[in-house]
């Protein structure tokens, strides 16, 4: 079982509030992304990080913004929510190759 | 453009009923297509790594194969549990939108 962990898993906010989405592995991983999808959709990279001070915008443009100061944690901030945002987040961790990611349980945010 | 396209996007078959799902990719150079499996709710869980045209891979009942141009990933005998949605993906994290895979008892 992969110990990869995010919180809060459910978050309901309005708009204009500053959020902070955490994201945890313990498994050492030096790679670690975030993904966003929405219901019945693919999920699109927004963001990635090789290793420690390494981050990386993803495919999809998102204006949220991450920092990788530790290898085991991975934050996903928005300065300011919008309802645009309301989606689920997926945290992953890679070891070797960027596709063979372990997957957090995700947070479901929704912006009133 | 990388593109990966998946189908059918749903598929309901009875316990037992074997079939097929579909993963068509355009991906320059392509190193690597995946296989994952989404439970509702939960995030996605990897499954396979295919490298090479007329690569297979297998667990239980699953088995995933690789062409020039497409992946197929095999449902032999399938059981309700294996409902989930099936998603493949590229070596640039490029996924497709998954087939929903329904099995009933």
């Known amino acids: 079982e992969a110990d990869i962990y995010q919180t809060p898993r459910y978050l309901v906010i309005g708009t204009g509030k500053k959020i902070t989405l955490e994201c945890s592995q313990t498994m050492g991983h030096d790679k670690m992304y975030w993904y966003q999808q929405d219901p019945g959709m693919e999920l699109h990279l927004i963001h990635y990080?090789?290793?420690?001070?390494?981050?990386e915008k993803g495919d999809l443009s998102s204006e949220s913004t991450v920092s990788r100061i530790r290898t085991e944690h991975f934050p996903l901030t928005l300065e300011s929510a919008r309802p645009s945002h309301t989606s689920q987040y997926l945290c992953a961790s890679s070891e070797l190759r960027d596709g063979e990611q372990f997957f957090g349980p995700g947070t479901r945010l929704t912006v009133l | 453009e990388d593109q990966v396209t998946q189908s059918p996007e749903a598929l309901r078959l009875q316990e037992g009923e074997s079939s097929s799902l579909n993963c068509s990719y355009t991906?320059?150079?392509?190193?690597?297509l995946f296989w994952y499996r989404q439970d509702p709710g939960k995030g996605p869980e990897f499954l396979f790594t295919l490298y090479s045209a007329g690569e297979e891979k297998e667990k239980e009942r699953l088995k995933a194969t690789l062409t020039k141009k497409e992946s197929f990933l095999h449902i032999t005998a399938p059981k309700p549990e294996d409902s989930a949605t099936y998603l493949c993906a590229g070596q640039k994290l490029v996924f497709g939108k998954g087939t929903k895979l329904t099995v009933n008892p």
């Open positions: 991906v320059s150079g392509l190193r690597g």
């Open positions: 990080s090789y290793g420690v001070n390494s981050t």
